[in-house]
């Protein structure tokens, strides 16, 4: 199986859906401002473990569509408003200019905002899986981009601009702004599959390692990568002085650990024998990719 043709297809019935989920309605401006982002590309790699993970613990797919979309959802509102003024000033993304470049930042603000309830709404609704699976997995995705999670890490990376921080730290930044929705993306598959807490065990182990390797495959690339590939500038990281991978092990530390996790990562999913193929070439993915 080639694991990028793999992408591809699962990111087109990813696409799909949320298409589906994302209607043209009133107020227009606003949902112009949603599918504009949402609709803009992108790796679809949150969705996919989501449906991955479900699937490996004996789940159908469809069913838990639309979890993997309000994962989608949720990267996306916190995305946009990354992308604002007020946190890193960025014009573009994907190879398309930013939200608030189009929008202006008010809209943004508020596409960011509907995104993110609007991804509960979709979970709250799933009603042909058992409603206490439902119920767990909305408190992790809750969890995963709240305080102690998605916003907390951004808080945290805010705070530490232009400061000296330790590898402590910059672990804390990252496990929390980037590795808590993939971990939540892999984890909310398992539970809404019906994982047994050794699966569920394993897979959060996975995503453990393949959430640390992501974020030092994303530092890496904003210093090595190819802007046109990437869909946004590089070099961003050193301009705004922030704290990274390379900036704090060089380059090749930062080589050598991404591929030490992405081991880790495939190790922690032994117990699934070749059923687990597919999150093994994922992983492999996540520290070969481009962009
Ligand atoms: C504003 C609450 C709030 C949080 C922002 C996600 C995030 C936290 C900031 C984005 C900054 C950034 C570039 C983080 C590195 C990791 C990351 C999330 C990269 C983008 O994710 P991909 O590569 O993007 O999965 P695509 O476009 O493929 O979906």
């Known amino acids: 199986m080639n694991i990028k043709e793999f992408i591809s297809t699962k990111g087109e019935v990813i696409n799909e859906a949320l298409d589906k989920y994302l209607p043209q309605v009133r107020p227009e401006e606003l949902h112009q401002a949603m599918r504009y982002s949402v609709l803009a590309g992108g790796k679809r790699l949150r969705p996919i473990l989501t449906l991955v993970a479900a699937q490996l613990v004996g789940e159908e797919e469809e069913k838990v569509l639309p979890a993997a979309c309000a994962l989608e959802l949720i990267h996306n509102y916190s995305l ?3 992308d604002l003024p007020c946190m890193d000033d960025d014009d573009f993304r994907r190879g398309k200019k930013t939200n608030h470049k ?3 930042q008010g ?13 509960f709404e979709l979970l709250a609704e799933i009603d042909d899986l058992p409603a206490e699976r439902v119920l767990l ?42 590795g808590a929705l993939l971990e939540a993306a892999v984890s909310m598959g398992a539970i809404l599959g019906g994982a047994s807490d050794e699966q ?3 897979l959060q182990e996975y995503a ?29 990281d050193l301009e705004q002085d ?18 030490e996790n992405c081991q880790r990562a495939k190790e922690a999913i032994n117990i699934f024998g070749e059923q687990a193929e597919v999150l093994r070439k994922l992983a492999d993915y996540i520290i070969e990719r481009e962009y």
Do not use: W
Not at 109 to 119: I, P, S, W
Not at 137 to 153: D, E, I
Not at 157 to 171: C, F, H, M, S, Y
């Open 102 to 104: 189009v929008f202006g």
């Open 208 to 236: 453990q390692g393949i959430g640390l390797a992501f974020q030092i495959v994303d530092d890496i690339l904003d210093i090595e990568g190819d802007a046109e590939k990437i869909g946004k500038d590089v070099g961003s």
């Open 242 to 259: 922030k704290a990274t991978f390379p900036a704090l092990y060089g380059l090749e530390r930062s080589k050598e650990m991404a591929a």
């Open 137 to 178: 997995a909305t408190s992790k995705l809750a969890k995963a981009a709240g305080k102690q999670g998605m916003v907390g890490g951004q808080a945290a990376d805010l705070l530490a601009e232009g400061q000296e921080i330790d590898k402590q730290e910059l672990k804390y930044i990252h496990t929390h702004k980037t």
């Open 80 to 82: 946009i408003h990354d």
């Open 107 to 119: 809209m943004a603000v508020l596409a960011g905002d509907a995104l993110l309830t609007y991804a």
């Open 200 to 202: 569920l065990f394993a």
